[in-house]
């Protein structure tokens, strides 16, 4: 499959422990953020978003925690399996712009 | 509910050329974002369309622009290609143009330029 970045900073888990992916975002103003996950090949999949005026979010097996005071969102994820390895993006919008997108990490699931 | 479609997949061209691409939203969902994705510059976004009007434009040349139908389906063109822009195009929807819209991405389509 295509190489999404060849030089992007990973997170080894091993399988079965809970796994915190962290990005720091640009613009203090922005107000809406979602957390995607692309696999080898494929276009990026919406995990969970947020919006500025909550500070947590909780999905199936996912949680996102957003603290403005440091421009910090992170995505939990919670007894990490094998099909989790991916490269995780967050993305953040303020009204009328367009989502700007973090570089990505990319988490390897060890057996 | 189909996702987002985009075809083709793959695409070789060679420099000079120019290419099209396209995209069709999830059905009901009326805003399209374009974006170019490399290993070295990530995600990057070009523009979006919402009702058939460009309502944003990311930094990129104008050889690279874009349209939307009253279907919603979106096309995007790259004139006098270069080898820089050999990349994964990627295609996503939302229902509308507003803040917070959950933002669907389609597979892509990969850009060779030799």
């Known amino acids: 499959g295509e190489s999404v970045g060849l030089h992007l900073p990973t997170l080894s888990v091993q399988e079965g422990d809970n796994s915190i992916i962290n990005c720091a975002y640009s613009?203090?103003?922005?107000?809406?953020f979602i957390w995607y996950k692309q696999e080898s090949g494929k276009g990026p999949q919406f995990i969970i978003d947020?919006?500025?005026?909550?500070d947590k979010r909780q999905g199936q097996r996912v949680t996102v925690l957003l603290n403005k005071t440091v421009k910090h969102l992170s995505l939990q994820i919670a007894a990490t399996q094998p099909g989790d390895s991916a490269v995780y993006f967050c993305?953040?919008?303020?009204?009328?712009?367009?989502?700007?997108f973090g570089p990505g990490t990319r988490l390897s699931v060890l057996p | 509910k189909a996702g987002v479609t985009q075809t083709p997949r793959y695409l070789i061209k060679t420099r000079g050329q120019q290419v099209t691409l396209s995209c069709s939203p999830i059905s009901g969902h009326r805003s399209v974002s374009w974006y170019q994705q490399t290993p070295g510059q990530g995600l990057q976004f070009l523009f979006e369309?919402?009702?058939?009007?460009?309502?944003n434009k990311g930094n990129f040349p104008g050889r690279f622009s874009g349209r939307q139908f009253s279907n919603s389906r979106s096309e995007m063109n790259v004139s006098t290609l270069e080898l820089g822009d050999s990349a994964l195009y990627l295609c996503?929807?939302?229902?509308?143009?507003?803040?917070?819209?959950?933002?669907?991405f389609g597979p892509g389509t990969r850009l060779t330029v030799l």
């Open positions: 947020i919006r500025s005026n909550m």
């Open positions: 369309y919402f009702s058939e009007t460009q309502r």
């Open positions: 613009n203090s103003a922005s107000d809406y």
């Open positions: 996503a929807s939302s229902p509308s143009a507003g803040t917070y819209n959950e933002q669907f």
């Open positions: 993305a953040e919008k303020l009204y009328g712009q367009n989502f700007v």
